[in-house]
């Protein structure tokens, strides 16, 4: 079965640090992983995605992600963090059924 | 292009009531697959509707169906609704049906509230 663990429900950052959000995945085939962002009362927005190739892939707004097999993680980060970053961030894999399998997500505070 | 849309927004129904949530997905996409968001929670898979047949299930009860029409728009309905449907109800449509890199594109959501 495939899993996705997002690391700290909540993560606060000031503004112009650094922004780490984790996330480890468990699966039995090779992963198609995805992060998305949700700002309040809104639904969800693709940040960026890895199928296949490049290991480090880059998305929207700054962000950017590593793949890394051996350690099963798809790390999401961005070099400096603005206010209207704080938002809740979601990891998934994409699953053998054609659905998306969510971590219970992350919540990212930026403080002035 | 309107992307996927939503109606409607917000809903109050009580315990026992039934409830359709409709969805019109991105223009050009054929495959319509709809989420639970609980409180505090990651999007839940519920099922998803390829040519107007309900191709996956995730794991949630009878009282959940839905239907998809020939212009691939979408309904999801809820039966004997109970407190714990209280959720944000998300839509997200794709191109193509059971690839798990199929990039799905999502609605702003539907609030049910049961009271």
């Known amino acids: 079965a495939q899993s996705v663990t997002q690391l700290g429900s909540h993560v606060s950052v000031s503004e112009g640090a650094l922004v780490l959000l984790r996330c480890n995945y468990s699966?039995?085939?090779?992963?198609?992983l995805f992060w998305y962002v949700q700002y309040p009362n809104q639904g969800l927005q693709l940040l960026l995605k890895y199928t296949t190739g490049a290991t480090l892939v880059k998305g929207i707004n700054g962000f950017e992600a590593e793949f890394k097999k051996s350690e099963t993680s798809f790390h999401l980060t961005k070099p400096s963090a603005h206010m209207s970053d704080a938002a809740e961030y979601f990891c998934?894999?994409?699953?053998?059924?054609?659905?998306?399998?969510f971590g219970k997500g992350t919540k990212l505070s930026v403080k002035p | 292009d309107a992307g996927v849309t939503q109606s409607p927004t917000h809903l109050i129904k009580t315990r026992g009531q039934q409830v359709t949530l409709r969805c019109s997905p991105k223009?050009?996409?054929?495959?319509v697959s709809w989420y639970q968001q609980a409180l505090g929670q990651g999007p839940q898979f519920i099922f998803q509707y390829y040519e107007e047949e309900e191709r996956q299930r995730g794991n949630f009860p009878d009282r959940f169906s839905g239907h998809q029409f020939p212009n691939y728009s979408s309904e999801l309905n809820v039966n004997a609704l109970l407190l714990g449907d209280s959720a944000l109800y998300l839509c997200a449509s794709s191109l193509g049906a059971g690839g798990p890199y199929n990039e799905q594109f999502f609605g702003p959501g539907t609030r049910l509230t049961v009271l």
């Open positions: 998934a894999v994409g699953g053998s059924q054609g659905n998306l399998i």
């Open positions: 223009s050009g996409h054929d495959t």
């Open positions: 699966s039995s085939v090779p992963p198609y």
